[in-house]
């Protein structure tokens, strides 16, 4: 093997006549480097929105919701709450009413969401005290608000500030502003409400009610499971929700987004591993005088398949590491200094989020390059394997 290695690498470092060979092993080197790169950087970012959009979403629902199929009072809340604690896994549990509701500016009306919270243990379940920038949630007294920084922009509002509002049934509401957030999703900035619980119920004209129940975990992939055992427990008058099946379709649609640009990306390697292909092609056309000569000191046609494999190897190899050297350093610089602003408007988030994932990302895409190399070395590798010593030094 050491043998077979040592001419690959001479070959491959040739320094005679044939530079041409040495130039176009460079430019297949450059060709994967490149397509591992931009393969890892587009999947980093990919996963970052995956991560981001998960977090943001989490951050403001909880990761069950359970709802009635009936009217659930005050005392039925406080009875499945119980029940509800018991189970190890759940690390908060709060109550709320969710609802819509007009909001009057000057002669503009704009429909928004709303969400009556309990203060002293909403923070159990969701980042809204994370997300506050003015106000603090214990303040949330009854007949207060909390809004959104889009909103609070668009309405001219501040701390504060009075909001006219009116509620499904047409009544209205004169309420105060008490604080404001971000979550850095313009949806929720834009559109979403927080009250009292106390408020929200007057607003909906459900007295002593709870519209829901927010359920936290300590691990937010365990949702299906802790579901399940919920379910078996409080019976069929009530349904369990998981935060995956919050937006199913939009999380569904972001998997298939990204196993769709990792095979679109693959073929900027695939298209490289040709010239690769090319370049042992020429390389044995190249060196038949010396594929003759080793086989007639007695090298066998596997020793001559094994050199041409290894010299593609070789420089799938380099190009497969240096790209992913590359794409982790330019991940890690998008990371750090957020080069690259969204508008918020137009997307989820206002950034271009990265997450590099070693295992599984990067591992797949680099065995993946190098296995696709490996692929392209076979047709060259077995046609140097098959020259006869008398057919390679007939005409030398």
Not at 43 to 49: K, L
Not at 80 to 108: C, D, T, W
Not at 135 to 157: C, F
Request: aromatic share 8%.
């Amino acid at each position: 093997m050491k043998t077979e290695l040592f001419i690959s690498w001479r070959y491959l470092a040739t320094r005679r006549k044939e530079k041409f060979i040495s130039l176009i092993s460079l430019i297949s080197i450059l060709g994967i480097a490149i397509g591992v790169a931009a393969l890892i950087i587009v999947i980093a970012v990919m996963t970052g929105f995956d991560k981001d959009l998960h977090e943001k979403i989490v951050g403001n629902f909880s990761h069950l919701t359970l709802t009635s199929y009936g009217p659930m009072a005050q005392g039925d809340y406080e009875r499945i709450a119980k029940i509800i604690a018991v189970n190890p896994r759940v690390k908060g549990i709060s109550p709320y009413i969710q609802g819509q509701m007009l909001v009057k500016s000057e002669n503009r009306f704009l429909a928004v969401d709303f969400k009556g919270i309990d203060p002293r243990t909403e923070p159990q379940v969701s980042k809204l005290k994370e997300y506050l920038i003015a106000g603090e949630i214990s303040g949330l007294g009854n007949g207060d608000v909390i809004i959104g920084r889009e909103l609070a922009v668009y309405l001219g509002s501040n701390p504060e500030s009075e909001l006219t509002v009116y509620s499904p049934s047409g009544k209205k509401h004169t309420l105060k502003v008490s604080g404001v957030f971000a979550s850095g999703m313009y949806d929720y900035d834009s559109k979403l409400v927080f009250m009292n619980l106390e408020t929200a119920r007057e607003i909906m004209g459900l007295p002593g009610q709870v519209g829901a129940v927010a359920i936290k975990l300590d691990d937010l992939y365990a949702a299906d499971k802790v579901k399940t055992e919920l379910s078996s427990v409080l019976g069929y008058h009530y349904n369990l929700k998981t935060w995956m099946e919050v937006l199913p379709n939009f999380f569904a649609a972001l998997k298939l987004e990204k196993l769709t640009m990792f095979i679109l990306l693959t073929l900027i390697i695939l298209v490289a591993s040709l010239n690769i292909a090319s370049t042992l092609i020429v390389m044995v056309v190249e060196k038949t005088k010396d594929i003759g000569i080793l086989r007639a000191l007695g090298m066998n046609g596997r020793s001559i398949r094994t050199i041409f494999t290894l010299e593609g190897m070789i420089i799938g190899t380099l190009g497969t590491f240096f790209g992913a050297g590359a794409g982790i350093i330019l991940c890690n610089l998008l990371k750090k200094y957020q080069f690259i602003k969204l508008p918020s408007d137009i997307y989820y988030i206002d950034r271009l989020p990265v997450s590099i994932v070693l295992w599984p990302d990067v591992t797949i895409i680099v065995a993946s390059a190098i296995l696709i190399t490996l692929i392209a070395t076979i047709y060259p590798a077995v046609r140097a394997a098959k020259l006869e010593p008398v057919e390679a030094l007939r005409y030398e």
